[in-house]
């Protein structure tokens, strides 16, 4: 077994001392860098990239080979390859987005929908996880990740993106034993494939629940937290020797800190439009805390994002427990130096909350 050179990132989940705050960034393999957009090319599309292993590696490895200070890596791949799986047909409209050959609306399709097999019908993302595992060598440890089942169900009822999720809360709401049949066996497709890519090499998972927000309370709490509580009970927590551990990420999930806290997963990754020292107050003897600077911040000059760092970590404060990173992910119009000048302020400014 590899020895992990840079553990700070799993430490400070584990809410154990680290000499400065470690820091990683949502969408780090993306767009805003020539590096990838060349990758992605020679590809010829996305999910041409996320099929094919070595070239899956090679953008994973790609901010990290940029930027030095980066403390953890995340698995290039997207959310949706479990709904592909179940058989939906995903593919990409230019402009559009993310698209389903075949939509969810009734308890037949969802009686017909496979709990897919993460080695035999999503090989491709578990030699995906062992290659980067590999080619890492211990640098810094790698993370795994999986839409919510709420999420994902939101973009196999609405066959897409939605701005309103009009065809999901309609059957939330009109049918709720069909979204429950459907995040019941999203559920158990999620535990299934977070947990093959544990034994493939994952060193943490996270959870992106990035349309819980879009809830009223009462729904948040029976229609994604229960079943991303599900998962957690699920996953391997200990694998090589090391805890794995898990943070869960609801975009706008501000209100709803303490639930999630009491859900089993080490972490909660927080947006912009909450205050971290204030979500320390609420939660942070219980889990690590995740973020949160706006993504926007990085189109601002580097005094201005290092300003804002100093505010944040101002904010949570001394000690352990806190990984810094984005509200959401990174924006593909921003210039990657102003990242680079991200990560540096976060080293250089934290080491004085950990004395």
Request: with cysteine.
């Amino acid at each position: 077994m590899t020895v992990l050179k840079n553990d700070r990132f799993l430490r400070a989940l584990l809410k154990q001392p680290v000499d400065v705050t470690p820091v990683w960034m949502m969408r780090q393999a993306g767009r805003y860098l020539p590096e990838y957009r060349a990758t992605r090319a020679k590809a010829g599309d996305f999910m041409s990239l996320c099929m094919n292993p070595e070239l899956a590696c090679e953008v994973t490895l790609q901010p990290l080979d940029r930027y030095p200070q980066l403390d953890a890596a995340i698995l290039f791949s997207d959310i949706l390859t479990v709904p592909d799986a179940m058989g939906l047909g995903l593919y990409f409209e230019t402009g559009e987005g993310p698209r389903f050959r075949k939509v969810v609306s009734s308890p037949a399709d969802i009686e017909a929908l496979p709990v897919p097999d993460p080695e035999r019908d999503l090989g491709y993302v578990m030699a995906a996880v062992r290659t980067i595992r590999r080619e890492l060598n211990g640098r810094v440890p790698l993370i795994g990740f999986s839409g919510s089942p709420w999420t994902l169900a939101t973009y196999m009822v609405e066959g897409g993106s939605s701005k309103d999720f009009r065809k999901s809360k309609a059957m939330l709401y009109d049918n709720p034993q069909a979204m429950h049949a459907l995040l019941d066996k999203l559920a158990r497709a999620v535990t299934a494939y977070l947990n093959g890519q544990i034994l493939a090499g994952a060193q943490a998972v996270q959870i992106f629940d990035s349309w819980g927000g879009s809830l009223s309370s009462a729904a948040y709490q029976e229609f994604s937290l229960a079943y991303m509580k599900r998962i957690v009970d699920g996953l391997i927590r200990e694998h090589e020797g090391r805890r794995v551990p898990v943070i869960l990420f609801t975009k706008g999930g501000g209100l709803w800190l303490e639930a999630m806290a009491g859900s089993g997963a080490e972490a909660l990754g927080l947006d912009w439009t909450c205050d971290i020292g204030d979500a320390r107050a609420r939660v942070g003897g219980k889990v690590a805390l995740q973020g949160n600077m706006d993504p926007s911040v990085l189109y601002a000059n580097p005094a201005a994002i290092r300003a804002e760092v100093a505010r944040i970590l101002a904010r949570y404060g001394a000690g352990s427990g806190h990984v810094f990173n984005l509200g959401h992910g990174i924006t593909p119009e921003v210039d990657p130096a102003h990242a680079g000048a991200f990560f540096e302020a976060v080293h250089e400014l934290s080491a004085q909350y950990h004395r």
